[in-house]
């Protein structure tokens, strides 16, 4: 993982402008990358400000979208601890089983980066997607069963 973020709360200064979301209405791309690929989403999960991810995905930033080695904004809340953040991207719908190029899935970074809260947090929401999927699934199973049973 690249470790070089951005500070935003600087750069907001160093452009004169007021605030994050008065920047980030101005960029003429919002989905500009830096030299390792990373968005202004990934720097601001680094970062951990909750606001600035939320004015970014408001712009409409993709949740999900991996930097260079395929990191996503997911992995650097969870790389960084920031708790607040990987909550606020679960519940938005981040890919809590994202891979990076060494195919490390967010709570593994987390494990890795010594926060066990956040790797605690990704894992249950893996836990419940997976119910979700299997209760959706034996549903699915039961309406085969009975239609077959009204041919």
């Known amino acids: 993982m690249d470790f070089q973020i951005i500070n935003l709360d600087d750069m907001l200064k160093d452009l004169g402008f007021k605030n994050f ?7 003429p791309d919002k989905d500009a ?4 690929g990373k968005t202004l989403l990934h720097h601001a999960c ?5 606001e600035k991810v939320q004015v970014l995905l408001e712009r409409g930033l993709d949740i999900n979208q991996g930097d260079y080695d395929g990191e996503t904004p997911l ?22 089983e994202a891979t990076n190029y060494l195919y490390n899935k967010p709570k593994y970074i987390a494990e890795l980066y010594e926060h066990p809260n956040v790797a605690s947090l990704i894992k249950s929401e893996i836990e419940r997607r997976s119910l979700q999927a299997n209760v959706a699934q034996a549903q699915a199973q039961t309406i085969k069963k009975k ?3 009204h041919i």
């Open 33 to 36: 990358r830096d030299e390792a």
């Open 46 to 50: 680094a970062g951990g400000d909750v």
């Open 75 to 96: 992995h650097y809340a969870a790389c960084f601890g920031h708790a607040a953040v990987a909550e606020f991207l679960i519940d938005k719908g981040a890919d809590v």
């Open 21 to 27: 979301a008065e920047l980030s209405a101005r960029l």
């Open 147 to 149: 239609a077959k049973a």
